[in-house]
């Protein structure tokens, strides 16, 4: 923390290591972008610069908020967010076609992004109101179950399987902090390992067939394990030092498909090698830790529960899309926040650290349980 | 613990042990994705970097220059020709359309043509060139370079095509070459460089069998190329390696002049060096121009091609199947001889023979005949009553072991050998018992006698050497010496004489000794049935006429070559197929002489093959032109 007597007060109370994090990883992504885009700012890191600048600001913006207004805006927003949510199946429905925006005129919102902070948010709100003693009730399950699978179920059907997924995962993470009996989640581990095959029946072909090219990318490597495929010749080809900045022929040539959105951490480690690479994720380790101290460290039950959510959601967020760009998981369609190009990521993921800075800012100051 | 006993302690508790929990799991996944990180780019490092090279840098084959074929002094064969060639890089191509039109305007293409062109176009991969013209004329060369600044993406180069100076006379000995068809490139594992315009393989005779020789080490411009076929820049080229050239044992000169003196006939000549085996000429005619068929054939002239009864498309040395009429007689004289029949014995010809219920009809009424009378005047009687006393198993195989039916083992693609039957044969072939008129059939070389022209070749030049030759094509063959005939050196010398007395003595082909001073020709005439016994000599109809066929060695008395012909519905051997073979073998020894023989048989003909084999090319393109019209 910088506390020189120079710099004023308010400046100085700010978490100077996270911000100073997450510049490294937004830097990493914005020069990675000028190098995705053949050497060039348009159309790519300009843009990303302008919206990182733009969403760190307003995540600043939030850690002013108290966190007794967080907590008393968090249902009206989920609900606001699940009509939404309603809205654009609808939409979807007549527009006969997959829909995941709500155009507003101004913007066009995509609620199922707002739906990560917020069932996190959420969840830690319904544990801070229930009782200690029936958490290991049956009342302590079942609403937070359904607070978790509507809008999961609503975003599957868009159909969007990864943010389904982080939703899912999100939430459970904060029901299994919240300290519900540890059999439930084996026995949700059970279900799913014989659900997955019933699942995969029900999947659209599309995402059958990614799951399939996940299982066995060399396959089909001119089909649809392109992606796969491509991904690790970049990054396995870097090296250790990689190939150097701007000379990454994978990207550069387009063979790597989605080089500047999900597959960036492939532009990346194919020219900054194996050291960027694990400095890259050694940068998101620190950041995720910096979020579970927030949550150690909160003197609330909803700042613990929502902190360690929020966290959980930047965690599943990198490591999401760090695993399918190895090859670890099936191609799902996630973006790595803070590098990959486009806003709602870094949105999502700025709306997550302001809140984290928030509760981080209450429990330095508050002296005293609330 | 019961759930009511769930405290705010309790809670507190699980909170901090849960925390523990997730941050290790989270950790651990770190730990994993660092794993990962590290395994693909330290232990899998080799391997993807080749899969990124070979992603980033891709080869444009240049085409090696294909391998010579020479003759056994080093004289060209197949060489290769500076051509001229139109392409398109569909990269550069600007306005597709109008620049395909106004090129196949320039060049005259057909609307066939221009349908695969823009067929082509659609499935190439941007820096690879679409075919437009191939051996394109100067003239045609020149106007496409005039404009070419107005025609992105056109490019018109010098290339090189292959060539036979020989035209039809080496047709069906080297064969041709062509553009792989979609099967050849299956075969090949999908090899890029068969797909490189202007590049041909090897597609019938020897071009075909020694491909693996001719084609040599392709080279290639290697650029840099984006996923989408874009080329971004030029990196170093890697070299190409001109095949090897194949030296056959071939002599040009006396294939050319065979398939000279041949003329419009329909046959096959093949001759030997009685020293090695080599073979000196492999002809058979009439033929295509496999010049014309290395451009690609146009259809009109593979339908004319396959429609004539002298059928130009078929290598008959190699193919054609025919029986060996009276020039098995040699083989069967030394095989009586073996068995111990005295030469000096005695058969009467009254012009023909009684076997069981037939009456066999020879060519005339010989007379008394003895074994070197009978091969000097081809006397049927005496073969026949001679097969009765002797064994027919035995004869026969005499008769293979000197060549005929026999398998050889050359770089022929595709070869017919023919059959010499034997009682052994026929109960495994037919199921049944050899009979005297088996003998009879065999003994004049008819029945199921089938030969193929080579050993027509083989069979005097085994007689001649004593030694058991085998046929050789190709210097890239080792020579193998050859072990002596399982024969009698005065039973050789017998037929050698007796052979030698039907072209200088009372014989035969007496009317095709040799015009040189002190080199006699040793030689025996056969005439093949081809529609029935007892209607032979003059057949108004082509097709049904015998075939003439003629053995023969030279010098009589110490042979240095050896020559086989057969010329399809010749008639008489003696008349059509032995004056050939004199002409051929005179000039082995003087070739002005020979020529000088020839000049006034093509005035006759109406022009050199050259001049008759571009007249029926006119004719070819005339026709197409009219077919095009109508």
């Avoid at chain 1, 095959?197 to 996940?214: A, E, G, N, T, W």
């Avoid at chain 2, 060549?403 to 052994?424: A, C, N, V």
């Amino acid at each position: 923390m910088i506390s020189s007597a120079i710099i004023p007060q308010p400046l100085a109370r700010l978490p100077w290591r996270l911000i100073w994090l997450v510049a490294l990883i937004c830097t990493i992504g914005v020069v990675t972008l000028y190098s995705a885009a053949g050497g060039s700012a348009s159309p790519w890191a300009l843009k990303q610069a302008i919206t990182i600048l733009a969403f760190m600001c307003v995540a600043i913006g939030i850690s002013y908020i108290p966190e007794n207004f967080i907590k008393q805006m968090t249902f009206p927003a989920y609900v606001a967010i699940f009509i939404l949510l309603v809205l654009v199946e609808m939409i979807g429905f007549v527009g006969k076609g997959a829909q995941r925006w709500v155009d507003l005129g101004i913007i066009r919102l995509q609620p199922s992004e707002f739906m990560k902070p917020a069932i996190a948010l959420v969840l830690a709100r319904f544990y801070d109101l229930l009782p200690a003693s029936d958490v290991r009730r049956w009342r302590g399950l079942w609403p937070a179950a359904a607070l978790v699978f509507v809008p999961a179920g609503l975003i599957l059907v868009q159909p969007d399987l990864g943010t389904a997924m982080m939703v899912i995962l999100g939430g459970v993470t904060v029901m299994f902090i919240a300290g519900l009996p540890m059999w439930y989640f084996g026995a949700a581990a059970a279900v799913a390992a014989v659900a997955g095959p019933i699942l995969f029946s029900m999947m659209h072909d599309y995402q059958r067939k990614r799951v399939l090219i996940f299982l066995d990318p060399e396959a089909d490597p001119l089909g649809a394990g392109y992606h796969i495929s491509q991904s690790k010749i970049a990054i396995g080809s870097g090296g250790i030092w990689g190939k150097g900045y701007l000379n990454g022929s994978q990207s550069h040539l387009d063979y790597l498909p989605e080089g500047h959105t999900d597959f960036v951490f492939a532009t990346f480690v194919e020219e900054w090698g194996l050291v960027g690479g694990a400095l890259l994720i050694f940068a998101f380790f620190m950041v995720i830790r910096w979020g579970m101290n927030v949550s150690r460290h909160a003197k609330t039950r909803f700042g613990q529960l929502a902190a360690a959510g929020l966290t959980a959601t930047i965690f599943f967020y990198v490591s999401i899309n760090l695993m399918m760009v190895m090859g670890l998981a099936p191609v799902v369609g996630i973006p790595l926040p803070l590098v990959s190009f486009g806003g709602s990521a870094v949105m999502t993921v700025m709306i997550c650290l302001g809140i984290l800075m928030s509760l981080e800012r209450q429990s330095r100051t508050k002296s005293s349980l609330a | 613990m019961k759930a009511s006993r769930f405290t705010a302690a309790h809670q507190s508790m699980t909170f901090s042990r849960r925390m523990m929990l997730v941050g290790g799991a989270q950790a651990a996944f770190g730990g994993l994705l660092v794993a990962r990180l590290g395994y693909l780019s330290i232990a899998q490092n080799q391997h993807y970097k080749l899969l990124s090279e070979s992603n980033r840098v891709q080869l444009i084959p240049v085409p090696p220059r294909r391998g010579w074929i020479i003759d056994r002094k080093g004289k060209p064969i197949a060489i290769n020709r500076s051509s001229f060639r139109v392409d398109i890089i569909p990269q550069q191509l600007v306005d597709a359309p109008r620049v395909v039109r106004t090129v196949s305007e320039i060049l005259g293409l057909s609307p066939d043509e221009i349908d695969r062109i823009h067929k082509d176009l659609e499935i190439s991969r941007g820096f690879q060139p679409v075919a437009v013209g191939d051996n394109v004329p100067y003239e045609k060369y020149a106007a496409i370079m005039v404009r070419i600044q107005e025609l992105p993406g056109v490019s018109a180069s010098r290339g090189f095509s292959r060539y036979y100076p020989g035209g039809p006379a080496v047709a069906h000995l080297v064969g041709y070459v062509g553009a792989a068809s979609a099967k050849e490139y299956e075969k090949e594992n999908k090899n890029p460089l068969l797909l490189v315009p202007g590049v041909k393989i090897g597609k019938d005779g020897l071009e075909k069998s020694f491909e693996n020789m001719l084609r040599g080490q392709p080279g290639g411009q290697r650029v840099e190329v984006t996923a989408r076929g874009k080329l971004v820049k030029e990196l170093e080229p890697k070299p190409d390696r001109s095949g090897q050239s194949v030296q056959l044992t071939i002599d040009a000169g006396l294939q050319e002049y065979a398939a000279r003196r041949m003329g419009d006939q329909s046959g096959a000549l093949v001759a030997m060096d009685v020293a090695s085996g080599d073979m000196l000429a492999y002809v058979s005619m009439p033929a295509y121009d496999p010049n014309s068929f290395s451009d690609g054939i146009g259809r009109t002239e593979w339908r004319m091609l396959s429609g004539d009864d002298h059928i130009p498309l078929l290598n008959k040395v190699a193919q054609g199947l025919y029986p060996s009429g009276s020039t098995i007689k040699p083989a069967m004289a030394l095989a009586f001889l073996k068995q111990g029949i005295d030469p000096a014995r005695r058969v009467h010809c009254a012009g023909g023979y009684q076997i069981g219920n037939r009456y066999f009809r020879c060519d005339a009424a010989h007379g008394s005949m003895d074994m070197h009378s009978a091969i000097e005047r081809s006397c049927n009687t005496y073969f026949w009553a001679t097969g009765l006393i002797t064994d027919p198993e035995k004869t026969t195989e005499m008769v293979h072991y000197l060549g005929y039916g026999e398998k050889f083992d050359l770089p022929i693609p595709t070869q017919r050998f023919g059959t010499m039957p034997s009682p052994k044969w026929l109960k495994e072939k037919y199921d049944r018992e050899w009979q005297g008129y088996d003998s009879a059939n065999t003994s004049i070389g008819q029945g199921y006698v089938l030969i193929n022209p080579m050993q027509l070749a083989v069979m005097p030049a085994r007689l001649a050497s004593g030694k058991l030759l085998k046929p050789r094509l190709s210097m890239v063959d080792k020579l193998r010496p050859a072990s002596n005939l399982d024969a009698d050196p005065e039973h050789l010398e017998f037929v050698r004489k007796a052979m030698a007395a039907v072209v200088n003595g009372s014989g035969t082909a007496v009317g095709s000794k040799l015009p040189l001073e002190g080199i006699q020709m040793a030689g025996k005439t056969g005439t093949a049935q081809v529609f029935r016994l007892g209607e032979r000599g003059h057949q108004s109809n082509w097709a049904l006429r015998d075939h003439a066929l003629f053995i023969s060695f030279a010098p009589a008395d110490a042979p240095r070559f050896a020559i086989g012909c057969i010329i399809e519905h010749g008639g008489f051997g003696a008349s059509a197929a032995a004056p050939i073979v004199r002409d051929c073998m005179t000039y082995l020894f003087d070739q002005q002489k020979a020529m000088d023989a020839l000049a006034p048989l093509e005035q006759q003909w109406g022009g050199t093959l050259a001049e008759r084999t571009a007249r029926l090319q006119a004719q070819f393109d005339a026709v197409s032109k009219a077919n095009l019209k109508a």
